[in-house]
């Protein structure tokens, strides 16, 4: 019992019989005696539309026209919510970002939030009644409508529960984190916790289960997160049990996992390219005319390699972006080909990052040396490798994807026995 | 040249073509020296998707969130077109009522503004920046948005022309007020000018040009109102000139008005019902008996006739009511049968009543009487009259409308030559 936002997305709220399924969640949570806050997102299609919408009126337009036209998505379904629980005999209001208000930057389409005064929900809640509250969006200064960057309601979600201290339950179309992708890896097992810094690498390594900022959010407010399932069905008691444990997965300080693993997950991403620059001239500045120009045009890099040549004089260098970015990115290279002296500029988008994430790495050795052994018994080519303090990645070729994830996923013992 | 309000209805937006037809509206006044705000409704057939959902998640349902639904069709438009005058390189931004703010009561579904404040919008409009706002909607004490009842964004348009002291164009689908509907009078002629009192008498007659609480607006006000049609070719150079004429037709003070009719329009409502109470006991207190359970179920009666017996001991009552209150009223007068104790209650539904409008009428004798003579010259029966200051209504068989509108557009002269 307490207070706690639960946060349900576009599919969980396409329709009204879907809405009329949230709402049966969130009686069960306030029949438990919890005060509740519901973050919703538009319903699943209206957001493309109206984005359409604006697309078809200008190919380039305000952020802040398309900030005012796209937050009535989430408008909608929260009051859309409110009148089903009230037909249901729960007291709700709906509030848009600006009513609340949540505070945000003016950096309009993607903007971030400042503040959010939780003085109003929590009075209401207090009094019986559950705050349905529309995700993705606040106020700018000055009085306009915005709508968030990346994280999107996630963000909103873990930001409201922040600002009225309360617990956040995401729901979404898994019932949990896992050690690995379950659609690759059958004997993959959910987690019933994971720290909020392993989540973070997996969000970061291409797991879809949290928005990466949410995440950041509920770690530096120390916001308990828990990731679950609104397919459950929704009429059954309130799992969620004093103690913070839940029917999902909860994301928490690492203190509060009592049973570390070394390594709690096996993450891949298939967005990933990568760029060679062969026979470069090794001179002082060199790296600096090479990625520059690309963060100029706001191409992230994230692996790099350099191999020098025997006598010093000449380095190839190989690093690894986003797939998206690769067209640009050669575009980019081949204009300062004289600046930089290459003499080959390769590339590929064949390639796939897996990674071994694990909090319990900082104080185990021989965590990549397993990795390593485990790729190899397979045949798998490591092309790059990149660290942090809890997680290994590896670049391999995109066909041995699937073959590498069950490879490490059995190699740390996390197969379901 | 000056402040000028132009508003739009939602066939006039309903996508982005015409979205963009508005805006070339828009950009001609703006090239003619104006400072312009425009009033837009939400796009055809959006309000209507949203009132549909409300009615799917509860059969009824909180004004206050029905409010927040619905208010947001306008919303997207405002943002929409927004972004269209600035593709066109015309500096617009959208106003949500609450941003302005649009000041009403608490009436939520069928709130009354109570307060606009222009300060914003003067400023901006003054910078050259076109004001583009949502109509139909506002701020209810408390913060919530709400929306306005009958008169709609015709009514936001005029409220906001009287804040920012402004003319007003209301864009439809005619271009102009006409002596009659001309889909009936074929010689019907459209008029340069009509006092408000001879259009509030026309709306609320029937006609379906302007909303009635914007003209009584206008009139309170005195914005200079013109109606005005949206499917003009937009580019021309604009027509309205400084000496307050223009395109369509102005309604105004009568004193602007110089050259005067007697009557200035034939109005017909075919939305009429009689019913007739027959052999009522004639005692005091017999009218309230009748017409208070009425009026306690919101049932608004129109013209009233009563014909006492020879001897007075009896009388029979007739009435008339809107089409859509004639079952319900029924129900009223048979459940009061034994305290008003008729002998029978008779109704019927194949009414129309006909009206002769004109300010004309106060200094001129005679207007009611060449109305009869003229329906009589075709054989039509009247079943009942009213009057007021500057109008004569008749009730007829409905299958005469037509015969009658144009019998009286010829004898009053209005007859196009």
Redesign the interface.
Known sequence: MGRLVMKFGGTSVAD?DR?RNVARHVEREVKAGNHVAVVVSAMAGTTNQ?IE??R???A???A???D??VA?GE??T???L???L??MGIPA??W?G??IPVETDGVHGSARMTNINGDGLIKRMEQGQVAVITGFQGIAPG???STLGRGGSDTSAVAVAAAISAACDIYTDVDGVYTADPRIVSKAQKLDRISYEEMLEQASLGAKVLQTRSVELAMVYKVPLQVRSSFEPPDLPSQNKPDGTGPGTIVCDEEQIVEQHVVSGIAYSRDEAKVSIRHVKDKPGISAAIFGPLAENDISVDMIVQNVSSDGAFADITFTLARKDLRKAIEVLSAVKDKVGYSELAHSADVAKVSVVGIGMRSHAGVAARMFAALADKGINIQAITTSEIKVSVLIDEAYTELAVRALHQAYGLDKT
Chains 1, 2 share one sequence.
């Open positions: 009204i809405i109206l919408w604006c078809q009126a200008a380039v337009h305000d802040r026209e398309y005012a036209v009535t408008q909608i929260a009051g859309l409110a009148i089903v009230q037909d209001r709906s848009a600006w009513q009085g306009r409508v």
